[in-house]
């Protein structure tokens, strides 16, 4: 009797073991990989071509991964509490096309001009969310749904064809130097800290993870778990808007498709850093990991000459690898293969 | 109650526009909702079996471009593009199961990245729009039989006439079980690895035959064409009354969906509304299907 109970004992304590554990080594791993082949992608493509793999590259790199590690921390939230994000295309180009079509170049308006239009692209982001927790629409359908209604109405009101330019401040955002480094660099890193910092660190991070591992257990433990799911999607929303602010900077004017080619990266960025696609486990920093990995590989692949159809087979393909080896069953497997 | 909007909206439709009741004007209609309806009924089984499959829209795309670029003449050309297509489907939508069905992958995730690839390799065979669909498909597929039966309305009821009969065996029960309550069905005995990553290819052909009628329609390759059918065939699926969550619904009322929501772009437009907000309505359309669906199957198991 006494040995049963032991046993079992036992038997608890070693699940308990394997759960911290594999939690542990799934996200070191996870991003310890992605970090290693980050850096021989850019060592390795020095062989291949002599422009590639210098300083001036990982510069490169670094600009242009700017607008998917953004991306990355709102899609990141977003799939952490359980959810998936399709809005962004819509929201992007919102932001993109009412920083040129309200602001413009009109110096100073910019100040207070530019955190309205991010709070217009939160509101899309407060819609999606609320349909999904009261009407009970799939989030995919929903955000997907208002993606579509916003590219929509964003094509009525530019009739077809969207005018202004650039704000002075985004373009300062995006080509301007700040001690000898450029300035999106630096907003990068700052961006990075921060968003560290609100997932890992703070109170509302931790309720997102804990509405996203486990909705009735977080409301027994007293999450408000309503805030907790809404928050994500307004974040999300509002990152989609900095970027399209971000794209206008640096490409000096909006279009309406400006969106379309971040869907994908943006969730396959969070994918690869070793984030679960059903909620509940990942971090930023993987996620950021993700982002640099296929830009890194963007550049390479454009480098290279290859097409862009090529670099979408590319991207898909390592999405797929990334999903089936990061299931949580050849976790265990694994773990329980070294035991 | 599908059928009931569809009349209700047509007969403003045809008051709207008195020369909509000419055959000519029928079968255009019929033409234009085909590939949708299509879409909508390969979406519809996999919704069925609980499951979303976004693949889809990649599967089009890539039938498209495939019959722009290699246009083959002639009714002996036609039927080998059709098969060609029906072959592309099958392919995708085996490894749309394999993934799902047997690596137990999220459908979302799983059809996602098969539709991001399907996608990059349809931009491979073909950068930009352009190329031409053999003039055979697309004369005579979108022409009518006898002059009065729009081929692609016979198209898309062979579909749900075959759907009715895969409906009775085995296979067709399977489905709406896993899809209602997965475990159940495994106790009671069924291989529902095996039903479900049919259903996948299965769907997977369906939406060749839609990649076939929209090339036959549009008669030109477009690497994205697919695109906007992602969207349209979920709203038209939850118009037609299937419920999100699987295990019930059909492929007819799918149809019947697709066809409302085409014909709803036609009102619009009648109507003076500028075809830029489109979107707009189909977009509120799809949310407003998908919670009516959920309201009513809540009532239905309060009962």
Known sequence: ?339 | MIVGIYVVLYALYVYQQPRALSASAIAALFNNSAPLALAAAGQALVVISRGFDLSVAGVISLCNVTLAVYPMAGPGGALISVLICMAIGLLVGAVNGLLVAVLRMQSIAATLATMIICQGIALVILKAPGGTVADWIADEMTGRLWNAIPVSGLVVAIVVAVWLLIRRTNFGMAIYAIGADEQSASLSGMDTTRVRFLTYALAGVVYGLAGFMLSAQTATGNPTAGTPLLMLSFAAVALGGTSLAGGRGGLFASVMGAAVLMLLQKVLFSSGVSSFYTGVFQGAALILAVVLSGVLSRIGEAK
């Open chain 1, 1 to 339: 009797m006494t040995n049963d109970l032991r046993q079992a004992d036992t038997r608890f304590a070693q699940a308990g073991d394997t759960r911290t554990s594999a939690k542990v080594s799934r996200e070191t791993i996870s991003a310890a990989t992605v970090a290693v082949l980050c850096v021989l992608l850019l060592v390795g493509a020095r062989f291949v071509s002599p422009a590639l793999g210098s300083w001036s590259q990982v510069e490169t790199v670094l600009i242009l991964g700017f607008f998917l590690v953004v991306l990355s921390f709102g899609q990141g939230l977003v799939i952490l509490s359980g959810g998936l994000d399709l809005s962004l295309p819509g929201t992007i180009t919102l932001g993109g096309i009412l920083a040129t079509g309200w602001v413009g170049t009109s110096d100073p308006a910019a100040w207070y001009l530019l955190p309205v239009v991010l709070a217009a692209c939160g509101v899309v982001g407060l819609i999606s969310a609320l349909g999904i927790i009261w009407l009970r629409v799939p989030p995919f359908i929903m955000t997907m749904a208002m993606s579509i209604i916003v590219a929509s109405a964003l094509l009525g009101y530019t009739n077809g064809s969207p005018r202004g330019a650039a704000p002075y401040v985004a373009v300062a955002l995006m080509k301007g130097h700040v001690l000898g480094m450029p300035v999106p660099v630096v907003v990068l890193i700052c961006f990075v800290v921060l968003g560290w910092l609100f997932q890992s660190r703070s109170v509302f991070g931790r309720y997102v993870y804990a509405v996203g591992t486990n909705v009735e257990a977080a409301r027994i433990a007293g999450v408000p778990v309503t805030f907790s799911r809404i928050l994500p999607y307004v974040v999300s929303a509002m990152c989609a808007g900095f970027v399209g602010i971000a794209l206008v900077g640096y490409s000096s004017g909006a279009t309406l498709r400006m969106g379309d080619d971040y869907l994908l990266p943006s969730i396959a960025a969070v994918v690869i850093g070793g984030s679960s696609i059903l909620g509940g486990r990942g971090t930023y920093l993987g996620s950021v990991g993700g982002a640099i990995l296929l830009t890194t590989l963007g550049t390479i692949i454009s480098a290279l000459g290859f097409e862009f159809g090529l670099r979408t087979i590319i991207e898909g393909s390592i999405v797929l690898v990334a999903l089936l080896l990061l299931r949580e069953e050849l976790f265990k497997k694994l773990w329980s293969i070294r035991r």
